[in-house]
C-alpha cells in the first residue's frame, strides 16, 4: 500500500491509473490467450476423434459400396443370359 501512495505521489494520479490499466490490461489479455488455446486444443483433440471415426464408417461405407457393385454385375451377368436365352426360344 505505501508503494502505492509513494508512486502516486511521485508520478502523479493519471500516470498511475495509466500503468493500473495497463498491467490490468496485459493480465486480462493473458488470460484470454490462455484460455482461447486450452479451447483450441480441445477442439483440436475433438476433430481428431471425429476425423478417426468418419474414415472408420467411410471405409465400412465403401465396403459396401463395393459388394454392392459385384452382386450388381452378377444380376447384369445373369439378366444377359436369360435374355440370350429368350432370344434363343424366340428364334425357334
Do not use: C, H, W
Not at 476423434?49 to 452382386?71: D, G
Request: no cysteine.
Amino acid at each position: 500500500m505505501e508503494e502505492t501512495v509513494n508512486i502516486i505521489s511521485t508520478l502523479g494520479f493519471p500516470i498511475f491509473v495509466a500503468l493500473a490499466l495497463f498491467y490490468f490490461a496485459t493480465k486480462f489479455i493473458e488470460n484470454q490467450m490462455k484460455q482461447y488455446a486450452e479451447r483450441e486444443e480441445k477442439l483440436i483433440e475433438a476433430y481428431k476423434a471425429n476425423e478417426v471415426r468418419f474414415t472408420a464408417q467411410l471405409n465400412k461405407f465403401t465396403e459396401i459400396l463395393n459388394n454392392f457393385n459385384i452382386t450388381l454385375t452378377k444380376i447384369d451377368t445373369r439378366l444377359e443370359a436369360l435374355e440370350k436365352t429368350i432370344l434363343k426360344r424366340e428364334e425357334l
